[in-house]
Nanobody, 118 residues
Framework: QVQLVESGGDLVQPGGSLRLSCTAS???????????MGWYRQAPGKQRELVAQ???????TIAESVKGRFTISRDNAKFTVYLQMTSLKPEDTAVYYC?????????WGQGTQVTVFS
């Protein structure tokens, strides 16, 4: 049983910064480091969208809407993936979900709320 627990969501003013963390536990077939780790978000009334993903060897994917503002990183020794968010905008308001993925396997966390307001 794999569990992903997100933390770090908060209320923040535009221009502010937050760092989200997602710590994994349980049995990862093939080892945690073999999974692509990602952050997705879902705003009210919208579909869940990919924000950023980091592969086992480090290459990353960043959504155009957050490129230059958000950075994803992972610490395999701590089973943790981070999302550093800077220059936050009201349109970044959403529930942010952690995801662990490899062929045939797909795990999700419960989400953490990020609200950007004036």
């Amino acid at each position: 049983q794999v569990q992903l627990v997100e933390s770090g969501g908060d209320l923040v003013q535009p221009g502010g910064s937050l760092r989200l963390s997602c710590t994994a536990s349980g049995v990862f077939g093939g080892g945690y480091s073999s999974y692509a780790m990602g952050w997705y978000r879902q705003a009210p009334g919208k579909q869940r969208e990919l924000v950023a993903q980091i592969l086992t060897s480090g290459p990353t994917t960043i959504a155009e809407s957050v490129k230059g503002r958000f950075t994803i990183s992972r610490d395999n020794a701590k089973f943790t993936v981070y999302l550093q968010m800077t220059s936050l905008k009201p349109e970044d308001t959403a529930v942010y979900y952690c995801n662990a993925k490899k062929i045939g396997l797909d795990y999700w966390g419960q989400g953490t709320q990020v609200t950007v307001f004036s």
